[in-house]
Nanobody, 120 residues
Framework: QVQLVESGGGSVQPGGSLRLSCAAS????????MYWFRQAPGKGLEWVSS????????YYSDAVKGRFTISRDNALNRVYLQMNSLKPEDTARYYC?????????????WGQGTQVTVFS
């Protein structure tokens, strides 16, 4: 069965860095776009970044552009999110997700998430 397992979250001070990892299994990983989303306390789900099947293109929300970098290793079935210059407003639970293939950032499988807390 499809599984997505995130790791790498934690607590950091503003300006710090974290690298999130998502291990995928149960499907042909290289055949799917992959996404990172986040949800802050009391707020809705927010798209953060996405990456093409072969890693040749990546896309970011305005809130994280220039600070976060998405990447993938199709040999290891992993997608990563390098987060630099973290801000308190980046505090959220971060989820990786698999593209559903129907457009519009719609995803059909999600991980359980990993918590990122940026504290002053």
């Amino acid at each position: 069965q499809v599984q997505l397992v995130e790791s790498g979250g934690g607590s950091v001070q503003p300006g710090g860095s974290l690298r999130l990892s998502c291990a995928a299994s149960g499907f042909p990983f290289s055949g799917y776009w992959m996404y990172w989303f986040r949800q802050a306390p009391g707020k809705g789900l927010e798209w953060v970044s996405s990456i093409r099947r072969d890693g040749s293109g990546s896309y970011y929300s305005d809130a994280v552009k220039g600070r976060f970098t998405i990447s993938r290793d199709n040999a290891l079935n992993r997608v990563y999110l390098q987060m630099n210059s973290l801000k308190p407003e980046d505090t959220a639970r971060y989820y990786c997700a698999r593209d559903a293939g129907v457009g519009g950032y719609e995803c059909d499988y999600w991980g359980q998430g990993t918590q990122v807390t940026v504290f002053s």
